[in-house]
């Protein structure tokens, strides 16, 4: 029997969701899926199973949305007593349900079940997230470890980090202004939470011995690779 990851129902859904013309991000603001499509805000939360938890995460996340599915594999039976008493309980809690196909040679997504709510909210919590995903270029997959997430400020880390190794020294306004790095870049190499980056001289940076091994630990990463490639272009 093939065992089955969290992570392995992302890119069914992921291709579901971009189908219908929303942009998805994995791992975001403790979401397992979240996705863009105008003004309409999704987030979906995966278990390999459908239990208390995951239903409890799925509640949590109707502070920032309407639209909240639960997303679990694709049942032996889809006349399963337990299955059917699944979705009576989720349209009573106006939440919504993706299964997905693992067992299949093609494996893919399929909404079976829509939230009832149709609201699109404006909480700090929904700007979080539509803030978040519109700050990645570079996908993380949905149901992995939170060690693994690119988050949109690490994006940008990264982004710098990769340009200093192409480039040795740079200014805060170089970044900005000759390789369309975001405004904030002047405040990210001066406070530098990452360790990545020496300052040379007021206003002048490099790369720390702790960026020069995180972009070598790291050089298979999609970040890395997608950001090298840009700083050689």
Same mark, same amino acid.
């Given at each position: 029997?093939?065992?089955? #990851? =969290? ?5 069914? &859904?992921?291709?579901?969701? !971009? ?8 791992? %975001?603001? +403790? $979401?397992? &899926?979240?996705? %863009?499509?105008?003004?309409?805000? /999704? %987030?979906?939360?995966? #278990?390999?199973?459908? @239990? ?13 949305? +309407? /639209? ?9 039976? !889809?006349? *399963? ?18 299964? %997905? !196909?693992? *067992? ?6 399929? &909404? ?7 609201? @699109?909210?404006?909480?700090? #919590? ?12 570079? +996908? ?16 940008? $880390?990264?982004?710098?980090? $990769? ?5 040795? =020294?740079?200014?805060?306004? =170089?970044?900005? @202004? *000759?390789?369309?790095?975001?405004? +904030?870049?002047? !405040? ?7 360790? /990545? ?19 070598? *630990? ?16």
């Amino acid at each position: 029997m093939a065992t089955y #990851k =969290e992570s392995d129902m992302y890119p069914p &859904i992921r291709r579901l969701l !971009a189908e219908q013309g929303f942009i998805v991000r994995g791992e %975001v603001k +403790d $979401c397992d &899926i979240a996705a %863009v499509k105008d003004d309409v805000l /999704w %987030v979906v939360e995966m #278990k390999l199973s459908a @239990n208390l938890t995951l239903i409890y995460q799925a509640l949590e996340r109707q502070t920032a949305t +309407d /639209w909240v599915f639960i997303a679990i594999p694709r049942p032996k039976n !889809a006349r *399963d007593s337990n299955f059917r008493k699944l979705q009576k309980l989720l349209k009573k809690l106006q939440l919504g349900l993706i299964i %997905v !196909a693992l *067992d299949s040679p093609m494996q893919h997504a399929e &909404i079976i079940l829509f939230p009832e709510g149709r609201d @699109n909210k404006t909480t700090g #919590k929904a700007k979080s997230l539509r803030k978040e995903i519109a700050g990645r270029t570079v +996908d993380t997959v949905g149901g992995v470890t939170k060690k693994s997430v690119n988050t949109a400020y690490r994006e940008r $880390c990264v982004r710098i980090a $990769c340009l200093l190794e192409k480039k040795g =020294e740079l200014r805060a306004h =170089e970044l900005v @202004n *000759d390789f369309g790095c975001g405004k +904030d870049a002047s !405040a990210i190499l001066r406070l530098n939470y990452m360790g /990545w980056f020496s300052r040379v001289s007021t206003g002048m940076y490099k790369l720390s011995k702790a960026g020069v091994e995180y972009l070598k *630990d790291n050089a298979g990463s999609s970040l890395v690779v997608y950001y090298r490639m840009k700083a050689g272009e």
